[in-house]
């Protein structure tokens, strides 16, 4: 058993009540859950300079002497960016039928 320091939003909202606010999931917001993965996965562990991991190599790596003691800050641009890279490097047809997913759950905008 472990204790993992907290992760703190850049200001008094959390990522969990940034992400309530719409009462909806991340992959509701675009995320994709792999990004999202790799995203939490790097708040307060560290593995040397690599940023981009595969669940694969998650697991391998993971190692409680990298946890930091510090409080991790959450910052969405960074998130978006590891979501860009996920993006640009998923297939097209697994994209459009995630879309089309998120589509049909996603509520009609207000008119």
Known sequence: MSHIPLIHGRTARSFRSAMARSASTPTRHGYLPEALRNYLVRLG??????????TEEMIAAFDLSGIGRSAARFDFA????????????SDDAALVTMFEACWIMCPAAPS
């Open 45 to 54: 562990w560290s593995h040397g300079d690599q940023e981009i991991f595969s």
């Open 78 to 89: 960074k998130l978006e960016s590891l979501n860009g890279h996920y993006i640009r490097h």
